[in-house]
């Protein structure tokens, strides 16, 4: 709120003025949008793709991801394969809810992702989910097929 200093009356302004506030809200929506899709994966992995229901959950899951290179990661912060039990028995919402999803790129070797599934067996998982991408219906594939050659 502002005073008019001109021609001796001391009325105050009764406009508020929101163009600061517009510049900033513009700022913040700028940078969400920026960070947005950095925040939703932070390890690039190429799943498999499998049939299989969305699911819905109010809070996000525990992820462990195993990428190409075999680098294992909980959320982004990589993890050495020899210490992943120790870390995975240490993390209370493992312990909690018992519960964690692979993110397992699909070239990897099946033997890797089998020795992942064992030290997490270990740590005390016992209910394992496999994050897949959707597969494409034959419609589409044959779309991309026309489109890419």
């Known amino acids: 709120m502002g005073m008019s200093t001109g021609g001796g009356s001391r009325r105050a302004m009764s406009d508020i003025n929101v163009t600061p506030l517009v510049d900033v809200m513009l700022v913040l929506l700028i940078i969400f949008m920026v960070t947005a899709p950095l925040i939703v994966q932070g390890v690039k992995v190429d799943l498999p793709e499998a049939r299989a229901q969305a699911m ?9 991801t195993v990428n190409e290179e075999q680098k294992v990661f909980i959320g982004e912060v990589e993890i050495p394969l020899e210490e992943l039990e120790l870390k995975l028995k240490a993390n209370a919402r493992v312990q909690k809810d018992k519960e964690v999803y692979l993110h397992a790129d699909r070239k990897l070797p ?3 992702v089998v020795e992942v599934m064992a030290i997490m067996k270990r740590a005390g998982v016992e209910n394992l989910g496999m994050i897949t991408d959707p597969t494409e219906k034959p419609e589409e594939r044959a779309k991309k097929g026309k489109r890419g050659r």
């Open 56 to 64: 819905e959950e109010d809070d996000p899951p525990l992820i462990l």
């Open 110 to 112: 099946y033997g890797v």
